[in-house]
């Protein structure tokens, strides 16, 4: 097959839609399918040259959140070169400008289209403080995925929520995680010392967007009380994002700001933990959790969102009401204090790890794609 993705956000911009999509695109080609990427001109890495299969567009800074890239496409340039290389299928990742672009594409020269869901809009806008453009929100985007034949949930919980807004042509797209890049053998005294942990302390790691929708502020908010009861626990805060500066502004104790890791860097950060704590209210699938559970990390995170696809409280994690200061408190705690709970949450998170494999995954994407062509086929004849 040819497949022509298009999304706002891919590599070089680390965030879970792009890693999610650049995984994709190697996976498709390693089986052997040809793969096209239209998305954003993000700015370069010093010395990097760009992923071949990429075509970029002209862009800006989004204001409210200057990592992502708003996007100007350039139709008719888009339009030449998807004919050009002649797709059998076009795969819409984000829903605004490259969304739309390849939406338009994908009409007039005739080709299918699916859409993948990534992203929690309802969330984020009562985050955001803008809970008003919903309305229209929903609207569009009901017209928006209204032209795809199908329309890829990364979990049950966020595809039951999109047929509530009358969304039905609804596929599950789940994700896996690779045990050569998350693995406890990745654990590193090292990176501890770096941290100024020494034997018989304790490393609290949070990893992901450093940004105010992941309620980071939640988990700051009740490091203080928790830093007073466990002396020796320290917390280290991965990723980048608006937050970052805040954050080591504020000189809490014991907090460090590591920025982004990525390779073996991140690898050794997920593994080196006594705890990882995930209090996101926003996610469709949550991605850096099930990162934390392969690398044997006894893990705490919000009881909401995609995260129960996979999150058993007590099994393979600790889960707290979403928002709840009181109760993240209490379940850091608990598990800063109870080396038993810690080692039945790591068995049971390295399990759950070892029963989602990335080719499976990969696999029933490949054949959902076959199914939707199968159907074009019998439409057009």
């Keep these: 097959m040819r497949i022509a993705l298009f999304s706002d956000v891919y590599w070089p911009m680390v965030s879970g839609v792009g890693i999610t999509l650049t995984r994709l695109a190697d996976a498709l080609e390693a089986r052997g399918h040809a793969v096209r990427v239209y998305s954003a001109a993000y700015p370069m890495p010093a010395e990097t040259v760009d992923r071949p299969e990429v075509h970029r567009s002209p862009c800006v800074p989004m204001p409210l ?19 050009a290389f002649a797709p059998d299928l076009v795969h819409v990742a984000t829903e605004v400008s490259m969304g739309l672009a390849g939406a338009k594409a994908a009409r007039r020269l005739n080709v299918p289209m699916v859409a ?10 009562e985050w955001y403080g803008v809970p008003w453009v919903l309305g229209a929100a929903w609207l569009y985007l009901r017209w928006f ?9 990364p979990s049950r919980v966020y595809q039951d929520f999109l047929r509530t807004k009358g969304i039905e042509r609804t596929a599950l797209w789940t ?3 690779d045990p050569a890049q998350f693995h406890p053998s990745f654990r590193s005294e090292e990176f501890r ?16 967007r450093v940004a105010r929708e992941k309620d980071i502020g939640l988990l700051l908010d009740v490091w203080p009380e928790i830093a007073d009861r466990h002396p020796r626990a320290t917390l280290a805060v991965v990723g980048q994002g608006p937050l970052e500066a805040s954050i080591r502004q504020r000189g809490l104790p014991r907090v460090h700001v590591t920025g982004l890791l990525q390779g073996r860097a991140l690898s050794e950060a997920y593994a080196s933990a006594d ?11 949550g991605n850096s959790l099930l990162e934390a559970l392969a690398s044997g990390v006894p893990s ?11 999150a058993r409280h007590g099994e393979n994690a600790w889960l707290t009401r979403a928002g709840d200061r009181a109760a993240l408190d209490a379940g850091l705690d608990r598990l800063l204090g109870d ?6 949450l790591r068995e049971g998170a390295l399990r759950t790890a070892g029963e989602r494999r990335w080719d499976l995954v990969y696999d029933r994407l490949v054949a959902d794609y076959g199914e939707v062509l199968e159907n074009a086929r019998r439409r057009a004849a």
């Design 175 to 177: 994700r896996g995680v």
């Design 275 to 285: 705890v990882y704590t995930f209090p996101s209210p926003t996610e469709t699938f």
């Design 339 to 344: 080396p038993a709970l810690r080692n039945r």
């Design 193 to 208: 010392r770096r941290l100024g942990l020494g034997p018989g302390d304790l490393l609290v790691t949070y990893v992901g």
């Design 65 to 83: 959140y200057r990592d992502v890239q708003w996007a100007f496409p350039r139709q008719r340039e888009i339009e030449n070169d998807l004919a």
């Design 145 to 153: 995925y209204g032209r795809a034949e199908r329309v890829f949930c």
């Design 116 to 125: 993948s869901a990534h992203t929690d809009y309802q969330k984020y806008a």
């Design 300 to 310: 705490i995170a919000a009881d909401t969102g995609g995260v129960l696809e996979f």
